[in-house]
């Protein structure tokens, strides 16, 4: 009987480890969620496998870093590597055009596969954040009409604030976050505004090209566990995923803003306390009102492609087996390759001319 009682226990044991295992992204999205919403969470969750499932977790502690932005390492599909994902995110989200002023941009328009344009947009991903970029990626594939696509957040919080757009905001501490939805907060500021400051800001006109930070709701309190899920781009230089908690109502129990203190040294071995992810001004809640997905949405204007040349005079009939006309070339954009040094000139060469 003693030796039957142990494995029973360890079966019982093992069965609620088991079904907490379970990845929120791999169960299917809830009964009643719009066919947009489920867009949304499902090209999100997508590109959160590919960068290995890196998380932070409940109480704000970075986990599971498998692959950073600018590394040559292949994603989990091995389709790519993980810098060129990110320049899929500028490109084909239509805001790589207004970084053109950037230095390195338009190196990431060229193909790949030049040393000096690899390593010059390399550098332009290190240096610009690409959280916008991604969010306005994820709206664009999942086909969010009317988003307004912007290498800033705070366009786009913008426009849910007056009401221009498939989001509307609403306070965090207040909406019930759902599938689809945006959780935003604003970052590098001196005094914590949260949602009340926000708004302020907003209806006087004040806020320009504020530093913010927004991540897509993909679950909230999935079978019950009180926790919001969330996942974002360049969150430790990835793509992750988040955990917030939510109370019994489904609201967000906001951690409090780290306060301002230009001389704190913050997070550090012996101050615990401080090395929390999720203690920032969460200032607005996005609440998805559009259902229906769309095609091509609005954005920013992106560089434009050289002018196709002008058709060729008729030509000649064409001989048996030969074609009329050449076929047509697709366009590029055009080629910017930083000067390569010139080598040294022998003694015995002469001296460039130079034009006068």
Known sequence: MRRMLLPACLLFAAAPLTAAAAEVCDIPPR??????????????????????????????????????EAERLYLADDGMPAWQRVVAYW?????????????????CMQPF?????????????????????????????????????????????????????PY????????????????????????????AGLVQQLSGGKVENWKSHCEVVVAANMGGDHTLYLIGGNVMNTVAMRKLPLDRNGRIQLPPPRPYDPYDIGCTPGREDECNFNRQDWAALLKLVASSPMGVTPSYTPVPAPTTPPPPA???PAQPGVPATPPAQKPTFPRVVPPRPQPPQSPASPPPRTSP
């Open 168 to 195: 509307q905001m609403t306070d965090p501490a207040q909406g019930k976050p759902a599938p689809g939805d945006l959780l935003c907060y604003l970052r590098d500021r001196d005094e914590t505004l949260s949602y």
């Open 113 to 165: 596969g030049t040393r000096y344009t690899d390593s010059d947009c390399r550098a332009f991903i290190i240096d610009n954040p690409w959280s916008a970029a991604f969010i306005s990626w994820v709206m664009s594939r999942a086909g969010v009409p009317g988003f307004t696509r912007s290498p800033r957040h705070i366009d786009y919080i913008r426009a849910a604030y007056e009401n221009s757009g």
């Open 91 to 107: 490109r084909d989200s239509g805001t790589l055009g207004p970084m053109g002023s950037q230095p390195g941009a338009t190196s």
């Open 314 to 316: 008729p030509a000649a």
């Open 31 to 68: 009964y009643g969620l719009s066919p947009l919403a489920v867009s949304i969470v499902r090209t999100a969750c997508n590109e959160h496998r590919l960068w290995y499932r890196p998380f932070i977790d409940g109480e704000g502690r970075a986990a599971n870093l498998g692959v950073s």
